[in-house]
């Protein structure tokens, strides 16, 4: 059975301190993985896509990598303003269009 | 910029009601999808469609309908709600099977 796995659950952290968010995934031929921002009350809105082991892709204080069986969401110097949860998603095992969603990592960035 | 977007953003509705939720995307995007999302269970697939008046079901779609009788418009009914149909909705849309799927703001709908 597909899983998505995203740790911690919930991170805090000051203004500056970086730190990087988990995504392990079990899924059979992986066809891409999704990284997702979603702000409280809000849609997830779309950050990455990353498709092979050893892809990075950065937007602003955000980079995310890939490897066979995990990404990681790498947040550098992070501002109050990256605060929201994070997202992980994999396209399941034997259909092309389910996406399998994990649970999220919770951050707050403070002051 | 993809934009995808839902009738409501807040819905309160009585046991046994019919409700409709409506997603409109504006890419002319293929796919589109209604997922629910509830604390500690993450987003879960409702239905989707890949075309005009095709649809398949997710993984949770009893109590739940859906229509796309336009490539744009893409339906959800909830034929009697219950309580438990209480959750935050979101439609997404996507260009290709595989592609990147864009959210919605939500619906956040209460049934009393």
């Known amino acids: 059975e597909d899983q998505v796995t995203q740790s911690p659950e919930a991170l805090r952290l000051q203004e500056g301190e970086s730190s990087s968010l988990n995504c392990s995934y079990t899924?059979?031929?992986?066809?891409?993985l999704f990284w997702y921002r979603q702000d409280p009350g809000k849609g997830p809105e779309f950050l990455f896509t990353?498709?092979?082991a050893g892809e990075e892709k950065e937007k602003e204080r955000l980079k995310a990598t890939l490897t066979k069986k995990e990404s990681f969401l790498h947040i550098t110097a992070p501002k109050p303003e990256d605060s929201a949860t994070y997202l992980c998603?994999?396209?399941?095992?034997?259909?092309?269009?389910?996406?399998?969603f994990g649970t999220g990592t919770r951050l707050q960035v403070t002051l | 910029d993809v934009k995808v977007t839902q009738s409501s953003r807040y819905l309160v509705k009585r046991t046994g009601e019919k409700v409709f939720l409506e997603c409109v995307q504006d890419?002319?995007?293929?796919?589109m999808f209604w997922y629910r999302q509830d604390p500690g269970l993450g987003l879960r697939l409702i239905y989707f469609?890949?075309?005009?008046?095709?649809?398949e079901k997710g993984d949770i779609p009893e109590g739940y309908s859906v229509s796309r009788e336009k490539k744009e418009r893409f339906s959800l009914i909830l034929e009697s709600a219950s309580t438990s149909q209480t959750s935050m909705y979101l439609c997404?849309?996507?260009?290709?099977?595989?592609?990147?799927?864009?959210f919605g703001p939500g619906t956040r709908l209460l049934v009393l």
């Open positions: 997404a849309s996507s260009l290709l099977v595989q592609e990147t799927q864009y």
């Open positions: 899924v059979s031929g992986l066809r891409g």
């Open positions: 990353l498709y092979s």
């Open positions: 998603a994999v396209p399941a095992t034997g259909t092309a269009s389910k996406l399998t």
């Open positions: 890419m002319d995007h293929e796919n």
């Open positions: 469609s890949y075309d005009v008046k095709m649809k």
